[in-house]
C-alpha cells in the first residue's frame, strides 16, 4: 500500500479544529496504548493487537513517534481517514471476539461488508479470505448449489431466489471498490437493486444484464412451452387438454412481471396438475435442460467471462 494511503498522525492544528469526540463504550480498553480516531469516535487498543492482524499497522508502528508528538491520556492517536466507526467496530470485533464471530454459520452482512473493506485496505489477509469464503457459501457457482442454497433458506419464491441471495451485495459493492474481487462483482450485478449502485458502470451491467435474462427467458426455461414445441407431447393422452395448459402458463408466466427473469426457480407441481403424466414428464425434463444451458450462461448476461475462467479467477 501507498504511503499516502497509510494512516496519518493528526497535527496539532487538526487536533485543534476536530469536533467533540467521544470514546468508543465497547473498544476503550485500560491496557490499550495507542487510540484510533475514526470520525469522531476514538478507540483504545493494544498496538500489539493491531500489529499481529495487519502489515499496514506493523510496518506504521515500526517508526519511532517523534518527539514532540501530541498524546492523549498518555497515549499517540492515529487518525484513519475514509473510515466510519461502525466499521471499525465490526472489525475489532473480529480482533476481540466475545464470541466466535467467524465460526458462526452466518455472519451478518454489515460485519461481513466492514470486516472485508477494512482487511483489504489495512492488509489483514486472513479476515479478508474469511469474508470471501463466507460469500462463497452464500453464492454458489453451480446450479447444484444454488438450489441447495434456496432450499436451505427457504425463500419466499414469489419472485427470483438469486433476488433474495444477492440483493444486498449491492451495498457490499458500493463499499468495496478498492478491494473488488470476482466474488463481489458477480454477485453484485446480479442484482435487483441497481438503482441503488452508485457507480454508473455498475447500474448500466445490471440493466443491460437484466434485459438478457429477460430475453432469454423463453428460450431456456421457458422454451419448453413455446408454441409448437414438445408440449402436447407425442405419447400425450389429452392433446386438447395439454395445449389449453401450454397455453394457459405461458401466458400466466411471460405477463406475471415477478415470472420474467425467474430463471432457475424450481418445478412448480401445480404445473403438472394441468397436463397429463407424460407431458409433464417431457415437460420438466426440457425445463431442468433450459435452467443449466442458463446458468452456463448467467456470466455472459452480466459481461463476465465463462464460469470456468470465473473460477479460476478466484482468490485463495
Not at 470485533?93 to 483489504?120: D, I, N, Q, V, W
Not at 438503482?195 to 438478457?212: E, M, P, W, Y
Request: negative net charge; contains cysteine; glycine residues 4%.
Amino acid at each position: 500500500m501507498s504511503s499516502d494511503e497509510r494512516p496519518a498522525k493528526r497535527s496539532r492544528e487538526e487536533a485543534e479544529a476536530e469536533p467533540a469526540l467521544q470514546r468508543s463504550s465497547e473498544y476503550w480498553f485500560k491496557e490499550g496504548n495507542i487510540i484510533l480516531q475514526v470520525q469522531t469516535t476514538h478507540f483504545k487498543i493494544g498496538e500489539t493487537t493491531l500489529a499481529r492482524h495487519s502489515t499496514v499497522f506493523r510496518d506504521m508502528f515500526s517508526v519511532p513517534l517523534p518527539a514532540d508528538e501530541p498524546l492523549t491520556e498518555g497515549c499517540p492517536v492515529v487518525v484513519l481517514s475514509g473510515d466510519t466507526s461502525e466499521d471499525w467496530a465490526y472489525l475489532l470485533e473480529a480482533m476481540y471476539p466475545a464470541k466466535l464471530g467467524f465460526a458462526t454459520k452466518s455472519p451478518s452482512f454489515p460485519f461481513l461488508s466492514a470486516t472485508l473493506r477494512l482487511s483489504a485496505k489495512y492488509d489483514i489477509p486472513v479476515f479478508r479470505q474469511q469474508c470471501i469464503d463466507q460469500l462463497k457459501l452464500a453464492r454458489p457457482a453451480t446450479l447444484v448449489g444454488f438450489n441447495a442454497q434456496v432450499e436451505a433458506s427457504k425463500l419466499n419464491t414469489t419472485c427470483p431466489p438469486f433476488i433474495h441471495f444477492l440483493h444486498k451485495y449491492c451495498r457490499l459493492i458500493n463499499r468495496n471498490h478498492q478491494s473488488r474481487t470476482r466474488e463481489l462483482e458477480s454477485a453484485g450485478v446480479l442484482s435487483d437493486g441497481f438503482a441503488k449502485l452508485r457507480d454508473l458502470s455498475d447500474q448500466v451491467t445490471c440493466l443491460q444484464g437484466h434485459i438478457r435474462m429477460t430475453k432469454a427467458y423463453d428460450k431456456t426455461p421457458l422454451k419448453w412451452l413455446r408454441p409448437g414445441g414438445p408440449i402436447p407431447s407425442d405419447a400425450c393422452h389429452s392433446r386438447l387438454a395439454c395445449e389449453s395448459a401450454r397455453q394457459y402458463l405461458l401466458n400466466w408466466m411471460t405477463e406475471t412481471p415477478a415470472n420474467v427473469a425467474a430463471l432457475f426457480e424450481e418445478w412448480d407441481e401445480d404445473w403438472s396438475t394441468r397436463m397429463c403424466p407424460k407431458c409433464t414428464q417431457r415437460g420438466k425434463e426440457i425445463y431442468e435442460e433450459g435452467k443449466k444451458e442458463c446458468w452456463e450462461k448467467l456470466p455472459s448476461y452480466f459481461g463476465l467471462p465463462p464460469w470456468e475462467e470465473l473460477l479460476k479467477m478466484d482468490i485463495e
